[in-house]
């Protein structure tokens, strides 16, 4: 097979980048190791920034999420017995903050993709790459019992964090920038109607916690744990009483009902610079990662996408280089600003074993000043609907 761009991986970064390229008259093919059911049914996050919403829509991809996703002003953050709402619309200019699963925007995508003729060959193996560095590239992969070979111009590695492309970039052509944090969260899905209008980031003595939503009828919470814990260990009514407690608030009651999903997930920061080899070009989980506190990962994917399309466009309709060259600078700019607003929202509002009661004190002055100064609400709620792209 030949195409234009040979894309591994169908997660948000491949989907947004085929169906971009496609606008653009560049083909491309899709390589994804799992299943169609698989990808549609795996529970990720669920926050969009202002302009992946918009670019849904200018795509006109955006029907079913202007239905069924959810619109808020802003966010609630609660600490110290208080609740404050941060309205992100008044002081971004409009910009709300939408929750629609990301599992879900897979399915409008792979859905709109195969209906436009595009092709994405799902339950691939063996990924392999030929010819990084010369101007041919090719993707030698198995499917069912066949050896195939997909030959491009350019390959974008969108195979998330365990993915082949990164690490077909040469070790000593890269640099990994690292963090694990001391605790993670479990994460449940449960039949319950929403306790609150909109999400609430919660800092608590006995460890963070965040409500959310995915529909009228199923709510998605998050509480601080141990990283290593053993989900066996956390029975629902243990996991109630837990929120409960974090959640807790005069007047107010947390509305339970039926877990029907739960696990636990670790929290790391991770950088590799830069994001390209020769013809390779990575992005999203594949070149970085953000704990989920900032609500970024899925938007990063998009905005690395956004900048290798233009790139792509300009090099196939101009005969200009540059901006293939500039794209590992242009989104590691980007890339660091929202690792750095991550980094700020996950050790600002979680509780952190290693930490002295002096440094405890400091997030919580640092929240005190968030929610009373217009100032840093705005830095915050800028970071928090998304960053412009740059050029
Ligand atoms: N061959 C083909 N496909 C692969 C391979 C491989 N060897 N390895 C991984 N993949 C596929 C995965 O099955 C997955 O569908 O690549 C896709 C990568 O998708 P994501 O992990 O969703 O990564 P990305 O598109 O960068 O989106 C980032 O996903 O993990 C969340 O929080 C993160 O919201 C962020 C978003
Ligand atoms: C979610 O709804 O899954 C969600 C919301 C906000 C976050 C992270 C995850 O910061």
Redesign the pocket.
Known sequence: MRTQVGI???????LFLAHLLHRAGIEAVI????GREE?EGTI??GVLEQWTVDLMNQMGLGQRMMREGHFHSGVTFQFGGERHHLDFEGLTGGKRVTVYA?HEVIKDLVAARLADGGTIVFS?RD?QFRGLDGTAPSIAYRVGDRDERLDCDFIAG???????SRKAIPAAHRAEYDKTYPFGWLGILAEAPPSWHELIYSRHERGFALLSTRSPEIQRLYVQCDPEDDIANWSDDRIWSEMGMRFGFPGWRLIEGPIFQKSILGMRSFVCDPMQFGRLFI????AHIVP?TGAK??NL?VADVVVLSRALEAWYRLGRADLLDRYSATCLRRVWKAERFSWYMTTMLHLDPGETPFERRIHIADLDYVVHSRAAMTALAENYVGLPIEE
């Not at 591994?8 to 491949?14: D, L, N, Q, R, S």
């Not at 969108?158 to 082949?164: A, E, I, K």
């Open positions: 591994i991986g169908a997660g948000p970064a491949g390589l994804e190791n799992r990808i990720r996050a990301q691939v990924v969108c195979d998330g964090f365990h993915g082949p992005a999203g989980d594949a989920p990962g899925l994917a």
